[in-house]
């Protein structure tokens, strides 16, 4: 089993920034790449950004790009979403997750993609 806790959400006037933060622990050995996915009230859960541990390659989802960066410590199990210049548009539940098999980078973007989530932080942006 893999536990996942995610930390850094909060309320931020548009324009400025949050850091997000989601450690993995438990049976953390074969964690293949942790996704970023959010959920706003009423809407589907969408995908947000991830990151694979093989050789580091980022991915985002296009209303992120520029504004988002995804990093992380495989060491550490740990993965990080710098959250510049939001939008009152980015306010929803954010969620990290892990995943413990290798695929194709475009299936990264999938939620099926993870077997591990965290319960989620709440990101509040006001305009």
């Known amino acids: 089993q893999v536990q996942m806790a995610e930390s850094g959400g909060g309320l931020v006037q548009a324009g400025g920034s949050l850091r997000l933060s989601c450690a993995a622990s438990g049976r953390t050995f074969s964690n293949t790449a942790m996704g970023w996915f959010r959920q706003a009230p009423g809407k589907e859960r969408e995908f947000v950004a991830a990151?694979?541990?093989?050789?580091?390659?980022?991915y985002y989802t296009d209303s992120v790009k520029g504004r988002f960066t995804v990093s992380g410590d495989n060491a550490k199990n740990t993965v990080y979403l710098q959250m510049n210049s939001l939008k009152p548009e980015d306010t929803a539940v954010y969620y990290c997750?892990?995943?413990?098999?290798?695929?194709?980078?475009?299936?990264?973007?999938?939620?099926?993609?993870?077997?591990?989530w965290g319960q989620g932080t709440q990101v509040t942006v006001s305009s």
């Open positions: 990151i694979t541990w093989s050789d580091g390659s980022t």
């Open positions: 997750a892990t995943a413990t098999y290798y695929s194709p980078s475009y299936y990264y973007a999938n939620r099926a993609a993870y077997d591990y």
